[in-house]
């Protein structure tokens, strides 16, 4: 199975300043044939499901705002707030999609400073 | 607009069994891959398993051999049968379209596995 391992578990950030959360992957999750990296980004608030944020390490889904980035390839992936608005508190989940078991990293909670 | 609906949850007792159900509206379900995640309460997220339009299935280790993933494309509706449960199989079942990254959720059913 592939292990995702997110850095760090938390982390506490002003209104209006960069967040950086990173995601290692225990194997590489780079197709070739394509030159994607299957890596995905989730946002979690509390009492909700999971969002979709990105994909393909850097694609972001149709309406998220363009202050969320994904960035990396291989086995180190990198999601940035550039700047971190009040309705971005949430706990954030990177995710593997080159094979099988799906695996998900631990997750990382995202607060104001 | 996308919806999955789930429902089935409940408090079993270990060693019982349960049926989740995910019914699917606003797209062409037959062609979509399926997912079952969960997530125990204050921890985070666990792929179950999967199925795809020709009915290909996966499933994790922890639930191998005591879930069975199904679906109805007549019904538009994705199920989980679960037997044989136990006190870690306690979370909410989220049931999510697939392209390998999870596009759309539903919003859970809690199922507690307790004496």
């Keep these: ?113 | 607009e996308v919806q999955l609906v789930e429902s089935g949850g409940g408090l079993v007792q270990p060693g019982g069994s349960l049926r989740l159900s995910c019914a699917a509206s606003g797209f062409t379900f037959s062609i979509y891959s399926m997912n079952w995640v969960r997530q125990a309460p204050g921890k985070g997220l666990e792929w179950v398993s999967y199925i795809n339009s020709v009915n290909i299935i996966y499933y994790a280790d922890s639930v191998k051999g005591r879930f069975t993933i199904s679906r109805d494309n007549a019904k538009n509706s994705l199920y989980l049968q679960m037997n044989s449960l136990k006190d870690e199989d306690t979370a909410i079942y989220y049931c999510a379209t697939s392209s390998g990254h999870f596009d759309y959720w539903g919003q859970g059913t809690l199922v507690t596995v307790s004496s």
Excluded: H
């Design chain 1, 1 to 113: 199975d592939i292990v995702m391992t997110q850095s760090p578990d938390s982390l506490a950030v002003s209104l209006g300043e960069r967040a950086t959360i990173n995601c290692k992957s225990s194997q590489n999750v780079l197709y070739s044939s394509s030159n994607k990296n299957s890596l995905a980004w989730y946002q979690q608030k509390p009492g909700q499901p999971p969002k979709l944020i990105i994909y393909w390490a850097s694609t972001r889904e149709s309406g998220v705002p363009d202050r969320f980035s994904g960035s990396g390839s291989g086995t180190d992936f990198t999601l940035t707030i550039s700047s971190l608005q009040a309705e971005d508190v949430a706990v954030y989940y990177c995710q593997q999609y080159y094979n099988i078991p799906r695996t998900f990293g631990q997750g990382t909670k995202v607060e104001i400073k």
